[in-house]
């Protein structure tokens, strides 16, 4: 072994003499050479979390509230959805799972609420439904900040409880 290094000793000491070259010229130039081979980086500053927050509101509650089983004889009952600004109704995305047509509307002695219905078909006894408000604007241009999930499940009834007096039902 030692007599291969003995035969390769020029070339060791080439290869020695690149490696140091190229460290010194590195430790020299090496902001230089870095800019030449990668491009540049170009940051965005990050707006803050509080400006966001700033343009956004909150969902207040529901009545009926979800996940709550209503009993009633209407099959066109309303949900009223309350928050914390007025809304713009039109801006409003609604799901509804089943599928079922709605009526939205901002009733104007209540201008913070969202009220929704039925529209040509009633809700199916008995079903439980999965609404979700995705979008939606207030009337200062602020977004609500989640969307809404809600639970509605009725049951419709076919009598009126005590009946109605005098008129037999």
């Known amino acids: ?3 291969n290094l003995k035969k390769y000793k020029h070339a060791l000491m080439i290869f020695a003499g690149i490696i140091l ?3 010194i010229y590195i430790l020299f130039f090496g902001e230089q050479v870095k800019d030449a081979i990668l491009p540049p980086v170009i940051k965005t500053p990050q707006q803050p979390r509080v400006e966001q927050e700033v343009n956004t509101f909150d969902y207040l509650g529901a009545i009926p509230p979800t996940k709550e089983t209503v009993k009633t004889i209407d099959p066109y009952f309303g949900i009223t ?10 801006s409003a995305v609604i799901i509804v799972k089943p599928y079922l047509d709605i009526i939205k509307v901002v009733p104007e002695e209540d201008p913070k609420s969202l009220y929704i219905q039925p529209d040509f078909q009633p809700w199916r006894d008995r079903t439980k439904y999965y609404i979700t408000i995705r979008t939606l604007k207030a009337k200062n241009g602020k977004v609500l900040r989640k969307p809404v999930e809600y639970i509605y499940y009725s049951e419709l009834e076919t009598t009126i409880p005590g009946g109605i007096p005098g008129i037999g039902i």
């Open 1 to 3: 072994m030692l007599t």
């Open 21 to 23: 070259f190229i460290t």
């Open 81 to 90: 959805f309350k928050f914390e600004e007025e809304i713009d109704a039109e």
